[in-house]
């Protein structure tokens, strides 16, 4: 690993020793990496096709939009989800921007800021993956449980089937997470592969097999089940699910020290996978539509099959043999996404501890002797192996806890989004100059960074993308509302955020370190 050293004057500058490089890792990395005051510990084994693999098999586009489409169609109907879906693409596309800008300035695990907002936007980037784990478990688990269904009719799914399966889950994406960081650069780079393969496995026959509904059924068609006074409110109520399919690619950010010349591969990663993963999920949106004989059967499946995709497979190929073939395409893809998702969870834990901003950060900070954060992996799983024992006692309750998925997310993208844009324009970023900056107190541009002043507009933008998503990520599904169809995910937001502040001022406004820190 390269050596580099970094000494404080009493005026405040820094001079470096110039490293050595041995080959292993990127001088550059690891310079800018204590640049910002952190020590390069973990080891850089992902190039920019294993990030890219990673990102892409950790967001499942075209998977999550076979699961996800169900709350589309009961608000918006066809129509609705395509044009839902096209509009939450172009608006992540544009958030993604400008963390890809982010990551490029400060290429950490655990993203920008700075004091307060740094420590409640940590807070919630990291109990939304925490939560983005324990969804991905229980979509594995209850697709298994909807083959099964579909194969032996007979069966009848228990909660503590799903809680089982769930765990066998998490406890696979732990493994893969606690060998080596080589070894699953090398996984995800594969992973890529089989995510692209997979997806016209599932296409071709289901489009080839069934018969198709007319362009005007899925392209004019919008639905209102809700109860809701107008088409367009029931809209926007379907609009946050949609959005659902599409996060999960900024897993490469809190990769970023794990990542070869991180300030360039990172942002080029959120790029590429936002553009390949939108494209595969239109396309399996639009065939999918294509091929639902019936709408109401569709979704009158989903009660004993879970999701209603499975039953448009089986009608597509009158075969329960071929359905249960491609959902389990679908099922293995949910599987190794869990092992992304595993692995952007725990180095958040890591990189928030590291900034003392966790309770036990001293012992979720420490690494083993692969310099793997395997605290943080088992501290990952215990947190999902408790969540999902919610659902033995409540479906709802379990509900509330995955809905903080999209509220969590958007809430720190929001937050990252809105101080990137006033430090833009208040003119607080210097220009990025190639090589050392022997100011300490001067933040640059990283080398990522679209042009000026497309850059502010596309900034803006993703603010006001992000608090729409957000304010109608809390309504419910449906009116008149009855505790049992209410969305709780306001409660479990504002717990998250209430906690979040009271450990802060018991404890953390003591110890915690931002993410940009320089060496002082």
Known sequence: MSDIELSTLTAGKATAQEPKNNGKTSIDDDFTLRRLGKKPQLSRSFGFMSALGLSCTTLISWEGALVASVPGLLNGGPAGVIYGFIANWIGMASVYCVLGEMASIAPTAGGQCTNFLSYLTAWLTATAWQSITVYTGYAVATTL????????PSYSPQPWHTVLILWAATLFASFMNSTSSRLLARFEGFVLIFHLVGFFC??????????????SAVFTTFVNTGGWPSQALS????????????????CSVHMSEEIQSAAINVP?????????NGLLALGMLIGLLFCIADISDALAASETLFYPFIEVFYTSTKSIAGAAIMASIVLVLGIVSGVGAYASASRLIRSFSRDRGLPLSKHFVKLSKRTLPTNAVFAT????ILLSLVSLGSAIALNALLSLVVAGVHSSYLLACGLLLWRRTTGFLQPHLAGFDPDPSVISWGPWKIPEPIG????????????????????????PTTPTTANWSILVFGFVVMLSILWYVIRAKHYFKGPIRYSQ
Request: charged content about 5%.
């Open 145 to 152: 449980q909807g083959i099964v269904a579909l194969t032996q």
């Open 202 to 215: 599932v296409l071709i026959p289901m489009v080839y097999l069934a018969p198709h509904n007319t362009a």
């Open 235 to 250: 809209f926007f109520v379907g609009f946050p699910n949609l959005a659902s399919t599409i996060i999960g690619a900024d």
């Open 268 to 276: 080029r990663s959120l790029v590429f996978t936002i553009f390949i």
């Open 381 to 384: 799983l215990v947190i999902s």
């Open 456 to 479: 502010t507009i596309n900034n803006g933008f993703a603010c006001i993308y992000s608090l729409l998503l957000l304010f109608w990520s809390f309504w419910p599904q449906s009116t």
